[in-house]
């Protein structure tokens, strides 16, 4: 029974695994290490990736389209497992990332971070996250110092509460607690994947004392028909800081899921206006089907 329900999650939480493209900057207008912040755009923007993925095929619409606006934008591939073995793996030479613990994963994003605050001379940046990556940004911000760095957070897919898909989540917490932690330390090569599992020792540590950070902005951006984050109520969040969006209150014809939230003009219409909401405007209601996982 452990075998089935370890197969079961690993299927849920890598339905989304892509395969990336090449590791080069491919991006057009992204980690241009020359930009600089404009007055109408002041903070760059740091893109941060899910689980088996990367940092040019999660972005590959945003960040272009963040360019184009003037933003000045960047990405990361971070959690990369040498020789990792996954279902639907990528091309030999292809970089799959998100797979390495999230503690380890947030000492490369801080980083990263670092690094282009310094380029391009600004104190802070604005996050957007998808998936695991909403996690990733929220352990830096929580552990590694980065709630001063941070000034708006958007989340695609994010997963407070973590992910409980078919009831795997409680029986991996159930496991732990009966001694057989080490059992359930990763998902094939993905250590981040049961870490992303309701009731996880790094889902219990992200929630004490709150999720949500005072000096933070959140903009939480969800699809009721995600099928990787269950529920997809996961998502959201409460506070004077936070927003929340769920896609279809506002376009009901939208049956965009967790795969294709990245894509989603709806979803990334909301993005926009959650980082410029001095001039956000009303997001058309595009209709959307499922995506799937590219093979």
């Not at 090449?22 to 740091?46: E, F, K, M, Y």
């Not at 209150?249 to 294709?260: F, K, L, Q």
């Not at 909401?277 to 590219?294: E, L, Q, T, W, Y």
Request: a neutral charge; proline letters at 8%.
């Amino acid at each position: 029974m452990r075998t089935r329900r370890a197969g079961l999650v690993a299927a849920v939480l890598l339905a989304g695994l892509l395969t990336p493209v090449a590791s080069a900057d491919t991006l057009a207008g992204v980690n241009d290490w020359s930009c600089r912040p404009s007055a109408a755009h002041p903070r760059p923007i740091v893109l941060v990736h899910g689980t088996g993925d990367n940092k040019d095929y999660t972005w590959r619409v945003l960040g272009p389209e963040l360019a184009g606006r003037g933003y000045c934008a960047f990405s990361l591939t971070y959690g990369v497992l040498p020789n990792a073995v996954l279902p639907n793996a990528p091309a030999v030479g292809d970089v799959v990332g998100g797979l390495t613990p999230v503690e380890a994963s947030a000492g490369e994003l801080k980083s990263f971070v670092d690094k282009v605050t310094i380029a391009v001379k600004t104190r802070q940046v604005d996050i957007v996250g998808y998936s695991q990556g909403t996690m990733v940004p929220t352990y830096y911000a929580k552990f590694l110092g980065g709630r001063g760095k941070i000034r708006n957070y958007v989340s695609l897919a994010p997963l407070w509460d973590g992910t409980n898909p078919l009831g795997v989540g409680s029986v991996f917490m159930m496991m732990r607690l009966l001694g057989f932690g080490a059992a359930v330390g990763s998902i094939g090569d993905c250590v981040a994947c049961p870490e992303m599992l309701t009731g996880s020792d790094l889902m219990k540590k992200v929630q004490e004392g709150g999720v949500f950070l005072p000096e933070i902005t959140y903009t939480n951006i969800v699809t009721q028909h995600d099928g990787v984050v269950w529920p997809y109520t996961s998502g959201l969040g409460t506070g004077p800081n936070v927003t929340n969006v769920v896609l279809q209150d506002t376009c009901p014809a939208d049956e965009v899921n967790h795969v294709g939230l990245v894509i989603d003009p709806n979803a990334l219409g909301h993005v926009f206006n959650a980082l410029d909401p001095a001039h956000a405007k009303p997001v058309p209601c595009v209709p959307m089907g499922p995506a799937s996982p590219r093979r």
